[in-house]
């Protein structure tokens, strides 16, 4: 039986059992990441258990545990039973109204730090754990879940018939069927005392109604964001920061509703995750207020990179951009302020100076790529090569080679004696037999063309 909480359903934990003196190992209930981290959702914001193969005597082990509900949502219970308890295990807890049943995500020294990070003082006010659920807990525990679901959207059904402006993005179930909570998001406080009786009377539950944050639903409810991985928020951020435009301002990104806001429709919890960095690169580059003023106008800034520390800038009528040095447009600021103007930021253009010092540009792999491609791509016409240059006439020499085979060329390797007379023979013949002092021998050129020509026919006695 899965946990019921992941999509797989499939989930199990692995522990010893003894047995005739040998230890086998036997599959328990519950979810086998044993604090670690998967894929799928029964892992939800846990906290990798790094002391789990130490073992302590029972009498200093820490009796709180951390048990984990529907949502992600975590809650420390008291284990004054001293079970044996592993991690994904079902554990039935004390409630108010009941009993619930949850899964054990953390125990050890490691919920002393949890409950001390999280402000929970180690009081009476902490319930205890009843015991570990058997299979009847279970059968009644997948009972509740079932009607989840159905109930949201009788709820929304009702909602909508009472005309509240209000939004039920989950609903959950207590394990003993006697009570469900609901979470809505809403802009204005709602009056649902109307809801609340027609739910009472039609389920024959308790009911409470828990209003959460556009955030706080994202991360119930969960999904992929735009980077492709799933959300921040119901994964393992835990809480919620404020995030102004001005971490988008500082990051330099478009000021883009569409692009900067997440499933929530509020603005991205990554902006903050880089902004300390940006502010940092940030000192020493120069806030302008109005534009630079030079001989050929005035410069208005159009980018700035703030890691290479360059700023772009562009003249009116011209679609072309400027880059300088953050030093170079103090001086020039400086230079404004003393009634002076530079001749032109053409000159003071990085761009060759920065190609100059690093020959290997950002997207080295990019070009390697486009090679790799170019070279394996059959439509690109091949380059010719270029034919040989040959002494004497061009066209005279093309068509000796195709009469006759080329002259061999002499042995040795040495360079050829020059021709007497000093102009270049049209026959290579000619030449070679001028070299070695003989006349060129032209009875083998008519034998080979007669060679080419159809034998004559011969005439028979008495025609």
Not at 49 to 77: H, I, Q, T
Not at 92 to 113: A, F, K, W
Not at 390 to 401: E, I, L, P, V
Request: net charge positive; with cysteine; proline share 4%.
């Amino acid at each position: 039986m899965g946990c019921g909480q992941c999509s797989s359903g499939g989930c199990g934990s692995i522990k010893p059992a003894k047995d005739e003196g040998k230890t086998n190992y036997i599959a328990t209930k519950g979810c086998g990441s044993s604090g670690g981290s998967c894929s799928t959702g029964c892992t939800k914001l846990n906290s990798f258990d790094w002391l789990s193969d130490m073992e302590l005597p029972a009498a200093m082990r820490y009796n709180v545990v951390e048990v984990k509900f529907k949502g992600g949502r975590k809650e420390y219970f008291r284990n004054t039973k001293n079970l044996q308890l592993y991690t994904g295990d079902f554990v039935v807890c004390d409630m108010p109204t009941g009993y619930h049943i949850g899964t054990v995500s953390l125990q050890g020294e490691l919920v002393r730090l949890q409950l001390i990070k999280k402000g929970i003082s180690d009081n009476d006010e902490i319930r205890s754990l009843m015991r570990v659920a058997n299979e009847r807990d279970m059968e009644k525990h997948e009972q509740a879940i079932n009607r989840d679901l159905s109930t949201m959207y009788r709820t929304r059904e009702l909602v909508k018939d009472f005309g509240l402006k209000m939004k039920v993005s989950d609903v959950e179930f207590q394990s003993d069927n006697s009570k469900a909570t609901f979470y809505y998001s809403a802009d204005d406080r709602v009056d649902f005392r109307e809801l609340i009786k027609a739910l009472a009377g039609e389920f024959r539950i308790r009911v409470e109604m828990r209003q959460i944050s556009l955030r706080q639903e994202a991360s119930r409810l969960g999904g992929i964001g735009s980077c492709g991985r799933e959300l921040c928020c119901s994964t393992w951020l835990s809480s919620f920061k404020s995030i102004p435009t001005a971490a988008a301002r500082y990051q330099n990104l478009s000021l883009n509703p569409a692009k900067l806001s997440g499933q929530c429709g509020r603005l991205k919890c990554c902006l903050n995750y880089e902004l300390d960095t940006y502010v940092d690169a940030l000192q020493g580059i120069p806030k302008l207020h109005k534009p630079l003023m030079t001989e050929k106008g005035e410069a208005y800034l159009q980018k700035t990179d703030i890691f290479r520390r360059l700023m772009w800038f562009s003249f009116k009528n011209d679609s072309n951009w400027y880059s300088i040095s953050c030093s170079q447009v103090i001086e020039i600021v400086e230079l404004n302020k003393k009634g002076k103007k530079p001749m032109t930021l053409e000159n003071m253009s990085l761009m060759e100076d920065f190609a100059k010092q690093k020959p290997a540009s950002v997207n080295n792999e990019l070009e390697k790529l486009d090679r790799k491609l170019s070279k394996a791509n059959p439509s690109k016409a091949k380059k010719k090569k270029k034919p040989n240059k040959k002494r004497g006439n061009s066209q005279q020499a093309n068509a000796n080679t195709e009469a006759k085979p080329e002259a061999r060329k002499p042995r040795g390797g040495g360079n050829r004696p020059k021709p007497k007379g000093g102009k270049n023979p049209q026959n290579p013949n000619e030449a070679q037999a001028q070299a070695q002092g003989n006349k060129p021998n032209r009875n083998k050129n008519k034998r080979r063309n007669n060679r080419n020509r159809p034998p004559k026919k011969e005439n028979k006695g008495g025609e």
